[in-house]
Every structure is written in C-alpha cells, then in structure tokens.
C-alpha cells in the first residue's frame, strides 16, 4: 500500500515550513540580542538565568516521580467514577498496565546510554556549548524542537502506512483516560524521535530549560488524554470564551485530542486523520491538520479493532496476532480501514439473493 502522492507533496511541503519553524525562535533571539547589543555568550560562564529555588524543586520532583503519581492519582479517580465502564477487559488491562511499567524499566537505559556514550563520541567539543543561551530563549527553543519533532513523528505514523501499525496501539483503546495515555507499541516507544534531539540539546547546555518543557508538555498531554474534560468551562462560561478560543488553537485540549481518538469521522467531531498535536496544537492550526469543535466524540478507539492479545499489540513485529484479518496478523492488511467494503459484504448479499 503506497502513500498517495497529494498526501506526499503535503508532507514535503509542511516539512520545509517546519524548517523554518525550527529555526524561529534562534533567529529571534539572535536579532533580540542585536538590537540590544546583548552578548549573553561572552560575560557568564553560569546560567544566565534560575528560577527560585523552591518552584525548581517542584520541578524536579514532577520530571521524577511526582508526574507518575498524579497518572495514577487522576487514573484512580476515573476509575473510582466508572468511566471506563465495562471497557476495560483483562487483556486491555494487562496491555495499558504493560505500557506503563516496561518503557521505564527499557527506554531509560537506552537514554542513558545514548547520552553518557555516544554522544561525547558523535559530538565531543559539544558539551554545554549552548549553556550561555538566556532560559526563557532556551524554553523556547526546546519547547518548539521536542514538539515539533513529536508531532512529525505522531503525523507520519498516521499518514505512512506501513508506520501505522507501530502506532496502533495507542488507539486500539475503546476508551480516553489515565489507563491508555502512555498506551504505545514498544517500538514506537523506543524511537521516540524528540527524545533523542531533547537529550543532544540537553548535552548541549540546555538541560536546564528542557527540564521545565518536559513537566509543563507532560501535564498538557497527561490532561488531553484524561477523561474529565477540563476544558468544558471554557465553551460554557461566556466571560471564558476567549480565553478558550486561544486556548484550543494554542495547546490540546480534550476536545481536541478526543476527536484525534475517535473511531469515526462520520458524526463531524472525530479527526483521527488529523490533531495531531501533542503540547501544541498550533502545529496543526500552521499545517491545516486540525479541527475544533468544542464537542466529545461518543465513542473512541477503531472500528475494526478485534481485540488482538496483549502482547501482540505490545511488541508487534516481533509477536504478532492469532486473530484472522487483524492489522497485526501474519497475513493482515496494513491499514484495516482502508479494506474496501466489498470484501465485507459482497458474499451475504450474494447468498440473499441465492435464498429468495
């Protein structure tokens, strides 16, 4: 199955704007810096800028264990209010539980060692080079190439084909919650595009910045995926509208990113063929990828899940699926929302008519 080509030239197209997008907030800081006759890289050796003490430790506790507590905080509350229903089964159990736990024991070593090994051989001279860079430059920075990049690599997982079934997992989940927001193939996982760049600025002299993007983007997405919509008061309350206007144009929302885990587009509120923003849904305002309609989609998930195992959906390719037709089966299709219709309902219809 190939890519069609208007989606191809799209992609080639958004990919140069984001070039540009990339290199935004360093040529603004450049030319801030030149009209200031600011020259932060030749007076200080230190971080030119820290927050107080106190707001750091809180930081830092979040980027540690404080953001795990309050997934699992917010996950006992949607539980304890019987918002997954009855749609938790044992093998969607097993596998959001799997998720959560297994990255952490892996992907951390990974980290570990692409930032203590290889990068001093990739990058040697380039060690806190960057460390004289203002923090509020820095944020910026940061905050634009980690989700930039993720929002690429969320994008073309949906939009390649033979990427899709990587990133299937995550909405193989007939539900929104705490229980399916770290909910991802392991390959998927491992390959975390932003991830990698974040760390090599990090090397760079940057950590200190990318600390604060990392709490403030993982609170963003950690209320996207909640089942308590948070954002309802913004479209109820009159005095709020605006604020909220700005607000779902600027960051996702659960209106927004519930409409991305729809399992249709046919009630006009789903888009899973767009939202794809994961802090900032102002990638998809820029590239045309997004709708807002200030309404929850009443069912999410995929019309043609069939409930593959755990580990399947887990670790596919290296397991895959006992399920006839399934996407993660030996012989399945790769994309099962793209099987024409016909091989559905073509042979019942036929044998209606040998009956009458």
Known sequence: MKIEQHVTQKIWRDAFVSILLYLAPIALMFITFYLTDHKPWAISNGLPFKVPGFIEGVFENLSSWGLPVIILAIGVVEFAAGLYETKWTKNERIL?????????????????????????????????????????????????????????????????????????????????????AGRQNIIYTIFFSQTYLTVALTYM???????????????????????IPWDKPFYQIKWLNPIGWVLERFISTPATHYA??????????????????????LWDIIFGTGIITRRYPSSFGIKHYKEEEWYAQFLWPIFKSKKEGSELSADGPMVGDQVPVKQIHIEPLLETKVAS
């Open 96 to 180: 959001d539980i799997a998720c959560f736990v297994v990255p952490k024991i892996i992907i951390r070593p990974v980290v570990a060692y692409y930032s203590l090994q290889l990068l001093p051989q990739w990058l040697p001279g380039a060690k806190d080079s960057f460390s004289w860079v203002p923090f509020w430059w820095a944020f910026a920075i940061i905050a634009v190439a980690d989700d930039l990049t993720q929002y690429w690599y969320h994008r073309l997982h949906h939009q390649v084909p033979w990427l899709w079934r990587f990133h299937r997992t995550h909405h193989s989940a007939p539900y929104m919650g705490m229980a399916m």
């Open 205 to 227: 002299g940057l950590g200190y910045a990318a600390l604060f993007v990392k709490v403030v983007k993982s609170l963003i997405v950690t209320g996207a995926h909640s089942s």
């Open 260 to 281: 991305h885990h729809a399992d249709t587009t046919d009630d006009g509120i789903g888009h899973y063929k767009g939202n794809f923003g994961n802090m900032f849904f």
